[in-house]
T-cell receptor, first 113, second 114 residues
Framework: GQQLNQSPQSMFIQEGEDVSMNCTSSSIFNTWLWYKQDPGEGPVLLIALYKAGELTSNGRLTAQFGITRKDSFLNISASIPSDVGIYFCAGQRYGGATNKLIFGTGTLLAVQP | DAGVTQSPTHLIKTRGQQVTLRCSPKSGHDTVSWYQQALGQGPQFIFQYYEEEERQRGNFPDRFSGHQFPNYSSELNVNALLLGDSALYLC?????????????FGSGTRLTVV
């Protein structure tokens, strides 16, 4: 099945460092979403982006919807141990017959205290 | 306010058997989508139900079928199980009219086929 290209695949950082990850697609989306998934749990929505060029923050998290509508990035500032988990981007096209989410391959984040 | 509830949480089945997974959507939501997440991968869209009908479907064989009930809850059925069907199955609910808003996911059912 289709998956978006997400990088890096994994990151191992020290507490307090900033983190950046991105997601690219060969096709455009109306919406970009960023989720965090903890072991044994479902994805939890972090940030939703609705317009090309939009920059949105949620606490220490900042995400941007790329101008071309084919990419997005997520930054986490001053990482803390509870940031550990797998981060997924997801693109959504809606209107007409479809509004399904297409997920990225995920970025595993490990934070060392 | 309960979120999305899935049952069972874990399940072990033998190849060739059939399985039914259940999902209760978040209160106020009317649309249910199912996703399959293999180990180390992102979730893959299986299908979506709205008004008790399958509205859209991903690239999954007919062995995967579903149902939505009048109370908006849903079932995912998989027939003739294969080893490759082992995965975390996620249910996500949403409002059909709020298509730009992200879904709410349940914690999933971990299916192991042996």
């Amino acid at each position: 099945g289709q998956q978006l290209n997400q990088s890096p695949q994994s990151m191992f950082i020290q507490e307090g460092e900033d983190v950046s990850m991105n997601c690219t697609s060969s096709s455009i989306f109306n919406t970009w979403l960023w989720y965090k998934q903890d072991p044994g749990e479902g994805p939890v929505l972090l940030i939703a982006l609705y317009k090309a060029g939009e920059l949105t923050s949620n606490g220490r998290l900042t995400a941007q919807f790329g101008i071309t509508r084919k990419d997005s990035f997520l930054n986490i500032s001053a990482s803390i141990p509870s940031d550990v988990g797998i981060y997924f981007c997801a693109g959504q096209r809606y209107g007409g017959a479809t509004n399904k989410l297409i997920f990225g391959t995920g970025t595993l984040l490990a934070v060392q205290p | 306010d309960a979120g999305v509830t899935q049952s069972p949480t874990h399940l072990i089945k033998t190849r060739g058997q059939q399985v039914t997974l259940r999902c209760s959507p978040k209160s106020g939501h009317d649309t249910v989508s199912w996703y399959q997440q293999a180990l180390g991968q992102g979730p893959q869209f299986i299908f979506q139900y709205y008004e008790e009908e399958e509205r859209q479907r991903g690239n999954f064989p007919d062995r995967f079928s579903g149902h939505q009930f009048p109370n908006y809850s849903s079932e995912l059925n998989v027939n003739a199980l294969l080893l490759g069907d082992s995965a975390l199955y996620l249910c996500a609910s949403s409002l059909a009219l709020a298509e730009a808003y992200g879904y709410t996911f349940g914690s999933g059912t971990r299916l192991t086929v042996v």
